[in-house]
């Protein structure tokens, strides 16, 4: 039995495809290995937003082909293969196959034309119709949490983003599709599901099917409404897109307690000259009076956001503005990037006239701005109960587990190995930089 090795890199949506991309290996008579220096397969699976990720592909190339005495056979996947396609073969010896973002759903027949004999394989094709999203038990990231892809692609074009030519256009799933997963999810075991994709808030599918009975401004909000009621304990989504965030989405949580209180709400910047150049479509009063009706919510609902800092013509004033904003929204954390020019997006046209010495000085200052604001905003945890999903044992600590609560903090409790895979209550008595410590109730 051939053994492959998958390494993955990137978000979520690419966890999710390496995990289905395993399973379907696994169907065809594969073994997946946690080991790289025993495969005989060792595939690549790829993130291109920032260059640092991409420039990890070339890297990592390397090392496995000269660490070995007789070379596996290696393959690249997701959105650097989907971008560069066979000039792959050219750019970094040693690569057999390239697999696009929708070919996931065909590695294990590349693969074997590679064993039978044919060189530089390249599959980038579109996604098949009966495409199979299900995830095989033995091969999620975690027996408890599952990742429920719902929305592919983009359609937003934000002009630094290589997204949408990495992965395409919007294409909803059937919500009868996504609900099937869940209610199987479910029959597994598996207590949280997250409703992953680009920008979840766009979902938009064909057709009504798995949604008719249930009511809501927005086919999200609809369908939000449709998974709660398959009664599985917790439902997380992310991303949510700010334009399109309508707040049925918090009335859909405030009524199903099983719609967790964590929204992920990428402002980007606080500067609208800034946030029209990156064409995020909305402006930051926009944001803050959405950020004010998720703060009046009856719940009291986690906000994390992601920002960019030091895109083109960013000047000082416009950073002040950013800073203001990450004071006036109280985020429970954010994603800060130096702004990274990707080639073919409309930024890398404009002129990248912030320097990296600068960009750096910039996401420091932010970083710091950031940690006061989230000390201070998570203090109110502080003698509050949070329900844990257990996950683990504690890396730090073998007598601490490690899981997260319903609003998406990392909590870390002292517990013993049987409580894993329950939800707990835990009280929280500590906060440290990126997580909360509690004692079980
Ligand atoms: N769709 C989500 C949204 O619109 O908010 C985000 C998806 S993107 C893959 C994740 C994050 O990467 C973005 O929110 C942005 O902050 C960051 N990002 C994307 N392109 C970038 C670039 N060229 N340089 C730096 N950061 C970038
Ligand atoms: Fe990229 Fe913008 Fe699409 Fe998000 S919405 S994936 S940032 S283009």
């Known amino acids: 039995m051939k053994k492959v090795y998958l390494e993955t890199f990137g978000c979520q949506m690419n966890v999710s495809d ?18 790289e220096d025993s495969a005989d397969v060792v595939l690549i699976n790829t993130c291109s937003v920032r260059e ?5 592909l070339y890297t990592r190339v390397g090392q496995v082909r000269n660490s070995r005495r007789v070379k596996p056979v290696i393959g690249v996947m997701g959105c650097v293969a989907q ?6 073969f050219d750019k970094i010896s040693g690569i057999d196959l390239v697999i ?19 060189r530089e394989v390249s599959d980038l094709g579109e996604r098949e119709r009966d495409y ?7 091969q999620r990231h975690s027996p408890y949490v599952a990742f429920v892809p719902i929305i592919e692609g983009c359609n937003k074009f934000c002009t630094y983003c290589i997204v949408p030519f990495s992965r395409g256009r919007e294409v909803s799933l059937p919500a009868s599709t996504i609900i099937r997963n869940v209610l199987e999810l479910r029959r597994q075991g598996v207590k949280e599901i997250h ?3 680009q920008n979840v808030n766009s979902y938009r599918p064909q057709s009504d099917s798995g949604m008719e009975l249930f009511r809501g401004s927005t086919p999200f909000s609809r369908l939000l409404r449709a998974v709660a009621a398959t009664g599985i304990e917790r439902i997380k989504f992310n991303t949510s897109f700010p334009r399109d965030f309508h707040p049925d989405i918090i009335d859909a949580i405030n009524e199903h307690e099983n719609l967790c209180n964590w929204v992920h709400l990428p402002v980007q910047s606080g500067s609208d000259r800034v946030l ?7 402006t930051i009063d926009s944001y803050f009076k959405k950020i004010d009706r998720l703060k009046d919510s009856a719940r009291d609902v986690a906000l994390t956001t992601d920002i960019i800092v030091g895109f083109p013509g960013e000047t000082l004033a416009d950073f002040e503005e950013t800073k203001r904003a990450v004071e006036y929204c109280g985020f429970d954390s954010a994603y800060i990037f130096k702004y990274s020019p990707r080639p073919g997006t409309p930024a890398y046209e404009m002129q990248d006239d912030v320097s990296l010495g600068e960009k750096k000085l910039r996401f420091l200052e932010l970083e710091q701005v950031q940690k006061r604001t989230q000390r201070q905003r998570l203090q109110r945890y502080i003698g509050k109960n949070v329900q844990v999903l257990a996950e683990k044992t504690s890396t730090r600590n073998a007598g601490d587990i490690t899981g997260h609560s319903t609003c998406h903090k990392l909590v870390n409790f002292r517990g013993s190995n049987d409580l894993i895979g329950n939800l707990i209550d835990v009280r929280i008595r500590e906060i440290k930089a990126n997580s909360l410590f509690g004692e079980v109730c």
């Open 52 to 56: 640092k990720a991409e420039h990890k």
């Open 83 to 88: 971008l560069e396609g066979e000039t792959l």
């Open 132 to 138: 199979d999203w299900s995830v095989a038990d033995a």
């Open 276 to 282: 029209r150049r990156m064409k995020r479509g909305h």
């Open 100 to 118: 696009g973002t929708k070919a996931v759903g065909r590695v294990a027949d590349a693969i074997g034309k590679v064993f039978d004999g044919d």
């Open 195 to 197: 409703l992953i994709g």
């Open 18 to 35: 390496s995990e289905r991309v395993a399973t379907s290996l696994a169907a065809n008579g594969f073994e997946i290995t946690p080991n």
